[in-house]
Every structure is written in structure tokens, then in C-alpha cells.
């Protein structure tokens, strides 16, 4: 309690830069919530699904590699899947399938996480902005007034940039702490993504024949 009751002073000492610093502090909480379940639920056990799409083509049961896939929808299943439709197709076929279904899936991973670099870099320069503005208000503050008034009025100044420059900061460093964990795991499921459709490619190409054998539909 003694932590938020210093927080909550220094937010009130801060001047109005603090309130713009909060908006940032709120977008990039709502950003990594959006983003981290998201990214969570796009997740898949690359090398399990692997297995399970192996076991299947190998076999020549298309439609149960298909089931796989449609069973666990994920961005890397629905690329996959794409392709897997077009298994009586040419190669280039399978991969152009693959390739458009990317399209679509790869921005939605991708999305919004830039962002968070911007707003982090938006606190902070917004906290050197209230700062510049706290001293500028400090100084012309003390115009015409006794020493002591000068010292007196010059120190809540101060103080009031200096509260600005923390929180801005603060922000800052969430901001850039948030990115870099989530450009890693959208980094890592992109990575996933063109390794298993690379290989699923190699396997529909390998195992075409016991594919397209009347009872493998």
C-alpha cells in the first residue's frame, strides 16, 4: 500500500505530462494482453504435429492429415491445411496454396507488437517533455519573489519535472522489456510456420502416389 501511495503522490506531483504518459502506459498494457493471448493461442507443438501429419501421408490418409490440421486451428494448421487441399495438384500448386493462406495468417501475427517500440519511445519523450515544461515553469515562477520563495518554488518544480522524468522513463522500459518478448515469440512461431510447410511440401511430393491411391480419399 505504501508503494501505490507513492506512486499515486508523485502522478499528482507530476504535472500534466503524467496524464499522457498514463494513456501510453495503458496501450501498451492492452497491447501485450492482446498480443500475449493471442501469440499463446497461435502456439503449436511444431514437432508433435509433425508426427501426426507424417503418420498420415505416409499412409496415403490425406483427409485424416487435413482433420489434424482442421481439429487444431492455428495459423501454422490453416497454412498447412491450405496446401494439403491442393494434394493432387503440382508442387507449385501445393506451395502457391500454402504461400496465399500466409498471406493472410502471418499479419495477424505480426500485428500491433510494433507499436509497443513507439509507445515506449513515446513515454519517454513525453516525460522529457513534462520535465522541460516543469523546469520552464519553475523558473518564470519565481519572478519578483523573496529567496526563500525562489528555493521554495524552485524545489516543487524541480520536483515536479523530475517525477515526469521517472514515470516517462518507467514506461519506457515496460514498453521495450513487452516488445522484445513478444517480436521473440512472434519470431519463433514464424520460424515454425516455414519450417513445418517446407516439410509438409517434401512429404506430399515424396508420398504423392499413396496420396492420390482410391483409398486414400
Given at each position: ?48 504435429l509433425l508426427a501426426l501429419l507424417k503418420s498420415q501421408i505416409m499412409s496415403g490418409n490425406v483427409q485424416g492429415a487435413i482433420k489434424v490440421c482442421s481439429g487444431n486451428p492455428t495459423p501454422m494448421t490453416r497454412i498447412v491445411q491450405a496446401g494439403l487441399m491442393k494434394f493432387n495438384k503440382s508442387d507449385t500448386e501445393v506451395q502457391a496454396a500454402m ?119
Open positions: 500500500m505504501g508503494f501505490l501511495k507513492e506512486i499515486s503522490a508523485s502522478f499528482n506531483e507530476g504535472g500534466w505530462g503524467m496524464w499522457v504518459i498514463l494513456v501510453a502506459l495503458i496501450a501498451i498494457v492492452a497491447i501485450t494482453v492482446e498480443r500475449a493471448v493471442y501469440l499463446f493461442k497461435a502456439s503449436v507443438d511444431k514437432d508433435k504461400d496465399e493462406a500466409a498471406l493472410r495468417e502471418l499479419p495477424r501475427i505480426n500485428a500491433r507488437t510494433p507499436y509497443l517500440g513507439m509507445l515506449a519511445n513515446f513515454a519517454v519523450l513525453s516525460g522529457l517533455l513534462g520535465t522541460i515544461s516543469g523546469m520552464i515553469t519553475a523558473f518564470t515562477g519565481v519572478a519578483g519573489k523573496s529567496q526563500a520563495e525562489k528555493a521554495t518554488e524552485l524545489a516543487r518544480g524541480i520536483g515536479e519535472a523530475l517525477h515526469c522524468t521517472r514515470f516517462g522513463i518507467g514506461v519506457c522500459l515496460l514498453g521495450l522489456l513487452t516488445f522484445s518478448l513478444l517480436s521473440g515469440k512472434t519470431t519463433r512461431i514464424t520460424d515454425d510456420i516455414n519450417e513445418v510447410t517446407v516439410q509438409v511440401v517434401n512429404l506430399v511430393t515424396t508420398h504423392r502416389a499413396q496420396m492420390q491411391q482410391p483409398g486414400a480419399m
